[in-house]
């Protein structure tokens, strides 16, 4: 397979705060990004995406940043919930119609 | 609108059977994309199929396969069971072949005895 999916970082954050989640995306001819959101038991839940012509995409609450000189794009979950506990997951994709390369993950867990 | 739907949700198999699982994608979604979920590979591309055909495949094995049907609904099937075939599967689908937004189903569990 193309994934890594080796140990899952987690990160541990308070009620309220604003969370980071950060991920490296292996090819710099990718030209689509999402943020999927995963609770135990369901399947991914999409969040936002970005295309590569922008460096910044926001919507309810959370904020993509993407930066293709480094291969790097973040989450920012602004006033983080306890709803918001799972895993999430960048993925890819460089022309390749539906075929989605993913990150490893992040489980983020909040602290009420 | 209805989501994606998968069945079965569930399913046991031993070693050697085959199985097929089935996936319904969102009324007008012309795109099926199936992944493998395993705790220590994470989420992988199986193939993707747009308008009863293949349009993408990524690196299992030929014991994997797929199909779509006219009405866009899918099915993959696993042939000649191995103990590491035990994951989640799940399907995804997209209005179109473009790579834009997809949308995943609740993902069968198959365990492999």
């Known amino acids: 397979g193309e994934s890594v999916g080796l140990h899952l970082p987690t990160l541990s954050v308070q009620e309220g705060d604003n969370s980071i989640i950060n991920c490296a995306y292996s090819?710099?001819?990718?030209?689509?990004f999402i943020w999927y959101k995963q609770e135990s038991g369901k399947g991914p839940q999409f969040i936002i995406d970005i295309r590569s012509n922008m460096d910044k995409r926001q919507g309810q609450r959370v904020t993509v940043l993407l930066n293709k000189t480094v291969k790097h794009l973040s989450l920012q979950i602004a006033a983080t919930q306890p709803g918001d506990s799972a895993v999430y997951f960048c993925a890819e994709n460089y022309n390749q119609g539906g075929k989605l390369i993913f990150g490893q993950g992040t489980e983020l867990s909040v602290k009420p | 609108k209805a989501g994606v739907t998968q069945t079965p949700r569930y399913l046991i198999k031993t070693r050697g059977q085959q199985v097929t699982l089935s996936c319904s994608p969102i009324s007008g979604h012309r795109s099926v994309s199936w992944y493998q979920q395993t705790p220590g590979q994470g989420l992988q591309f199986l193939f993707e199929y747009f308008s009863e055909t293949q349009r993408n495949k990524g690196n299992f094995p030929g014991r994997f396969s797929g199909r779509q049907f006219s009405n866009s609904r899918s099915e993959m099937n696993v042939s000649t069971l191995e103990l590491g075939d035990s994951a989640l599967y799940l399907c995804?689908?997209?209005?179109?072949?473009?790579?834009?937004?997809?949308?995943f189903g609740p993902g069968t569990r198959l365990t492999v005895l």
């Open positions: 995804a689908s997209s209005q179109d072949s473009s790579g834009g937004e997809q949308f």
């Open positions: 090819n710099s001819a990718s030209d689509y």
